[in-house]
């Protein structure tokens, strides 16, 4: 079945350090959703990349869906303390069903003050 | 206002015992799910149900049963609990093809 690898899977940075997370697929994408996971909390959907090639920025957010649409990054600018939290990757199931939204394993990133 | 909210947030339940958490989401949208997520935080995916219809088992034990009474209420029942079932469980919604909203989560520890 489809499966959404992601890497890395602890990142620890110092305030003001950038921090990126990738993630990949064994196929072809349809979409690709980001989501956050502050400690203790619950997912919180970030963004959707659809197109091939996609680029879209969220502030200090930075996110990347590559040109064969198997492949996504996350790139925070200038981490924060507010950015504590895991990154998942999630990809539609097999048949591009987002019936069944297969998630990474997600990047669990760490902020130094 | 939650859009999505499940009961309870804590659970703490003798191995054996059978116990369920509530879903309702507020949001209109047709599809609803559970989610497990584990010690090493990892999310799977147990049931996706829309407009009341089963639509995704993925291999879950018989012991899990999901219930739908309409399309906005997901309910999870689970007999005879095992240590291995203590986990944050999740319930879901979205419009397909759309962003999922996760409910706060259920806290389950099987003692």
Known sequence: GQQVMQIPQYQHVQEGEDFTTYCNSSTTLSNIQ????????????????????????????????GEAKKNSSLHITATQTTDVGTYFCAGPGSGGSNYKLTFGKGTLLTVNP | DTAVSQTPKYLVTQMGNDKSIKCEQNLGHDTMYWYKQDSKKFLKIMFSYNNKELIINETVPNRFSPKSPDKAHLNLHINSLELGDSAVYFCASSQVENTIYFGEGSWLTVV
């Not at chain 1, 980001?34 to 200090?60: D, N």
Request: charged share 25%; hydrophobic share 35%; proline share 6%.
């Open chain 1, 34 to 65: 980001w989501y956050k996971q502050r400690p203790g909390g619950h997912p919180v959907f970030l963004i959707q990349l659809v197109k091939s090639g996609e680029v879209k920025k969220q502030k200090r957010l930075t996110f990347q869906f």
